[in-house]
C-alpha cells in the first residue's frame, strides 16, 4: 500500500515590514520678522517772525502860538551829543523841520541855511534841523553836503508833534500823514517869535534873517 505524503507545509508569509512614513517636509523656516522702520522725526519748524512792530504815528497837534513858552526838547545830535532847548537859553533857535534827508527839497532847504552861516551867527542865532532820521543818517547828509549846522534825530516824532510839524499831507495824489515842512523862531528868552507854516525851501533861509534884523 502506498505511502501518503505530507502534506507539504506552506512557509509562512514573511511579513512585510511596515513602509515608513516619509518625513513630513519641513515648513520653510519663517522669514524673520523685519524691524518696523523708523519714521524720521519731523522737521521742526522755525517758529514764524513776528512782523516788527511800526513805531506809533505822532499826534497831529497845532503849532505853539507866537509869544507862548517854546516847548522843551532834549534829542540826539549829528555831532554825538545831546542838544536841549534848556542848553541855548541866551541865543535865538532856528528850529525848522524837514520831511527827509538827502531829498531835492530839503536839500536845497539845508544847504540855504549853510550858505548864510555868517549872517545867522552875526544875528546870534543856532540854526537845528529835525526830522525823523536816524544820527547816521544825519551825519551821512552833512558830509555829503558840506553842512555846518547840527541835525536832529527824533524818531519817535514827538518833538516834531509838540511843535505842530506833523499832520496831512498830498503827494503824486496820494494823502498821508508827515513831516510837514516848516519852521519856529525862539527867542533868547525861550518863547515863539515866529512860525513858518508854509516854506519855500529856497528862500527860506533869506525870509529868517530878514525877521532876525528886524528883531534888532
Not at 7 to 21: E, G, V
Not at 53 to 73: I, N
Not at 147 to 161: K, M, T
Request: glycine share 8%.
Amino acid at each position: 500500500m502506498a505511502t501518503k505524503k505530507a502534506p507539504a507545509k506552506k512557509a509562512p508569509a514573511a511579513k512585510k515590514a511596515p513602509a515608513k512614513k516619509a518625513p513630513a517636509a519641513k515648513k520653510p523656516a519663517t522669514a524673520a520678522k523685519k524691524a518696523p522702520a523708523k519714521k524720521a522725526p519731523a522737521a521742526k519748524k522755525a517758529p514764524a517772525k513776528k512782523p516788527a512792530t511800526a513805531a506809533p504815528a505822532p499826534a497831529v497837534r497845532p503849532a505853539p502860538k507866537v509869544g507862548s513858552v517854546a516847548p522843551a526838547f532834549s534829542l540826539p545830535a549829528s555831532d554825538g551829543a545831546e542838544v536841549s532847548l534848556a542848553g541855548l537859553k541866551g541865543k535865538r533857535v532856528v528850529l525848522y523841520f524837514y520831511p527827509k534827508d538827502n531829498t531835492p527839497g530839503c536839500t536845497i532847504e539845508a544847504c540855504g541855511f549853510r550858505d548864510a552861516s555868517a549872517e545867522f551867527a552875526a544875528q546870534n542865532a543856532v540854526v537845528l534841523g529835525v526830522s525823523r532820521d536816524s544820527v547816521k543818517s544825519h551825519q551821512g547828509f552833512i558830509a555829503k553836503q558840506g553842512l555846518d549846522f547840527v541835525l536832529l534825530s527824533d524818531p519817535a516824532g514827538e518833538v516834531i508833534s509838540a511843535y505842530g510839524s506833523w499832520g496831512p499831507k498830498k503827494f503824486m495824489g496820494r494823502e498821508f500823514d508827515g513831516i510837514l515842512r516848516t519852521t519856529v523862531l525862539i527867542d533868547e528868552k525861550g518863547k515863539i517869535a515866529k512860525v513858518y507854516p508854509k516854506v519855500s525851501p529856497k528862500t527860506h533861509a533869506a525870509e529868517i534873517l530878514a525877521d532876525l534884523e528886524a528883531m534888532g
